[in-house]
């Protein structure tokens, strides 16, 4: 885990949220309110809901600011065949078995909100900064 990253153990499963990627697509808040909830500290509470729900929620975050793993030590199993889809706003979003390679390294992932006009400062992750993430809020 990376220091950007913020652990929330529940007991049957652990949610992860690296805030420099979440873009306010707000998947987590609208899918399951009770256990994604902002005006609260902590603001994730896992074991607000059964596990299974939580992940699907967790999936439903397009840019991959939310990663999940259950008690079991397993976790989101990418998408087959990988898939890239240029969204509204021109970013796109990558859904499969993922190598990103970053400033920080590489690492693997399931999914992915990449900026496709390179005016991010968080290469090569969307943050909304440059005209591929101006209209609309896709991740």
Known sequence: MSAQQKSYAGQNIEVTFE???CLH???????????????RRPW??????DASHVAEVVRRCPSGAL??????????????????????SGQLAVRGDLETR?????????????CACGASAHQ???????????DGRDG
């Open 19 to 21: 805030p420099g990627r």
């Open 44 to 49: 994730i509470t896992p074991d607000a809901a």
């Open 67 to 88: 990663t999940y793993r259950l008690a079991d030590g397993t976790g989101e199993e990418p998408q087959r065949p990988t898939s890239i889809v240029r969204t509204a």
């Open 102 to 114: 970053t400033g920080a390294g590489s690492r693997r992932e399931t999914r992915a909100l990449l």
């Open 124 to 134: 090569p992750y969307c943050d909304h900064s440059g005209p591929c993430g101006q």
């Open 25 to 39: 697509a707000a998947e987590c808040v609208g899918g399951l309110p009770e256990v994604f909830d902002t005006s």
